[in-house]
């Protein structure tokens, strides 16, 4: 079976750090016989560029047919004051909820090498490894009624948090799923002192919890007590679930425990798909950084730990992934760092395209 990729560059430093994410594939493709049917396609800023809209039909239906999709990061200041509708960031929010992808996945993970570079003190991170899940189709992204409205003299903005119970319940089966290959453990976040949506996640997690996963340990935080205890120790912590706006906030903080947003991957994928495969996206949890695109100064670690993660939940290579992982770990290990993942005492960065080239090098010594 041809393993199909569609990979979306997108605006900023996309095309730079997926530019290394192809020489990885490339490498699987080479030296483990891993071939991808790889094609490439225009998504955000770019797309509206070339077409007018963020995102073609075309290339949506393209995206429903793949395995999987890879994708860079959308947007940036070029676009900012476009109309609603045609910015960058719609193209990727029309995928995620076209291709119904309910489950996000964003694990962060310190590797030891970086445990003193994090913000927070080494014995905080050292040996950090949780998943957040984050909910992707529902609540205040998508919900109903949106928008700008006049209200006598004058306007109201609007955006409504909405969650059905099916929507709660199927994200918290990927949860219990995942913590049942984890630490069997899964806290749930909300804020069901002050809104409704929260007090039936709180329930719904809490029903499935009891007639599906009852083995599993569940518990429950609010999300703003969550944010504070997960600085504070986020090694109590295995799998997190929450919803779709908490686990964005949720998960640049975590980021940051890992010591850089270039380092954190995500995986969002959907129900299977008639070959078994899970609908996905992997793309890395950190933006198109305008501050530093053009200057091949992004970390790409990010994006090609999605591939890692791709491999691993679509194309069924755990090893594999195992192998990539183990490679950027020595990588760093080694001491060598992009511009994000150094301190101000400074030392030589490496460029984009050189951390690509260091992690090829690592992953030939794996063979
Ligand atoms: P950002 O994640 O792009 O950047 C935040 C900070 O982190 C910047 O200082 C940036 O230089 C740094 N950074 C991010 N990724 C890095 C990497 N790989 N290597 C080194 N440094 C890195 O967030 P922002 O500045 O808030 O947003 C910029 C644009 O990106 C906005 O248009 C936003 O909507 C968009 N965005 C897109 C995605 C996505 O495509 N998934 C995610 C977040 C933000
Ligand atoms: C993310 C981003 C996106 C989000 C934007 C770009 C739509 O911040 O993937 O974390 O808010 O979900
Ligand atoms: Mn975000």
Not at 10 to 28: H, L, S, T
Not at 261 to 268: K, T, Y
Request: charged fraction near 25%; include cysteine.
């Amino acid at each position: 079976m041809a393993n199909t990729l569609l990979i979306l560059p997108g605006d900023g430093i996309g095309p730079e750090v997926m530019a290394e994410v192809r020489k990885v594939i490339d490498w699987f493709g080479k030296k483990r016989g891993l071939v991808f049917d790889v094609s490439e396609d225009l998504v955000g800023g770019a797309a509206y560029d070339a077409h007018g809209t963020p995102l073609t039909d075309a290339t949506m239906a393209r995206a429903q047919e793949v395995d999987a999709v890879l994708l860079g990061a959308v947007g940036g200041p070029k676009w900012d004051s476009l109309p609603f509708e045609v910015k960058p960031e719609r193209g990727l929010l029309r995928l995620r909820k076209e291709m119904d992808l309910y489950a996000n996945l964003r694990p962060a993970r310190c590797f030891d090498a970086l445990a003193d570079f994090s913000s927070l003190k080494r014995e905080v991170v050292a040996g950090l490894d949780i998943m957040i899940v984050r909910e992707l189709t529902g609540g205040v992204y998508f919900g109903e009624p949106r928008g700008i409205f006049r209200e006598g003299n004058e306007r109201v903005g609007i955006n409504t948090q909405r969650y059905t119970e099916s929507e709660i319940a199927r994200v918290a089966r990927s949860a219990f799923e995942l913590a049942r290959r984890r630490q069997n453990r899964v806290c749930s976040m909300e804020k069901a002192n002050v809104m409704e949506s929260g007090v039936l996640w709180r329930e719904v997690v809490q029903q499935v919890h009891d007639a599906e996963y009852p083995d599993v340990e569940l518990s429950d935080m609010y999300a703003d007590a969550g944010a504070m205890q997960l600085t504070r120790w986020p090694k109590q912590f295995d799998v997190i679930v929450t919803d779709n706006l908490f686990g964005d906030l949720l998960s640049d903080l975590a980021a940051m425990l890992t010591g850089s947003l270039g380092m954190l991957p995500s995986a969002s994928l959907g129900a299977p798909m008639g070959n078994g495969r899970p609908k996905a996206l992997y793309e890395p949890v950190h933006g198109s950084a305008p501050d530093i695109a053009g200057q091949g100064r992004a970390n790409p670690i990010a994006c090609i730990l999605s591939f890692g993660m791709a491999l691993r939940y679509s194309f069924d290579q755990g090893t594999e992934a195992d192998r990539l992982e183990t490679a950027i770990e020595k990588v760093l290990a080694s001491g060598a760092r992009t511009a994000d993942l150094m301190g101000p005492e400074g030392g030589t960065p490496l460029s984009t395209a050189q951390m690509g080239d260091a992690i090829l090098k690592a992953l030939d010594e794996t063979l």
